[in-house]
């Protein structure tokens, strides 16, 4: 099985980034997990849409395309989701004939600096999900709070008990993907 892991931030040091690697290490035996930057993506424009997609958006959707399951890791932003993943989540919704979301399932995860675990991020970007025909994965949820005391200096996700949840979140992904799938 093939889970494309999508974070939501592009800087070097991301939790989000480092919740998906940790998610890779966890993930059980059998399961690929590919982790997208979404850095490449250039801001949506209708006029260069027109002309041609830009081919980091035509790579975006090709990957979503090939994975079982998608994986997503988004920081909270002012109370929602950030920027950089919707307008990814917009350039490949176009054209609708080719968007690569119906039917595909998905799980949540998120990591946060202060208390929330990202709870009104995950909380902005179901409406987002369920316009784009994804099926969301409704249990067991993950939200990660206080990270910087959960991940070393290289971003490595040391707390065990998160590691824990977050093996059961990849290993209850792949159960649902294999039953939406099926
Ligand atoms: C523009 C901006 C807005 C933010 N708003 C929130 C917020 O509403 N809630 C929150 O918990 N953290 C907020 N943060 C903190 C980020 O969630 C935190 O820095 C997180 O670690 C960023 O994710 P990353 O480590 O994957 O890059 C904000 C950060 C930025 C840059």
Redesign the pocket.
Known sequence: MKILGI???V?D??????LLRAAQEEAPAGVELEIYNLGEIQAYNADVEKVEAPASVTAFKEAIAAADAMLI????????FTGVLKNALDWASRPASTQPFSGKPAALVG????????A??QAAILPVLMALGVIVMPKPGMMV?N?ASLFDENVNLTDQDTRDRLRDQVGALVAFAKKINS
């Open positions: 974070c939501g931030s800087r040091g991301s939790f989000n980034r480092g890791a988004c920081p909270e932003y002012n109370g929602s990591a946060s600096g202060g208390p929330s675990g990202t009104r991020a709070r990270s």
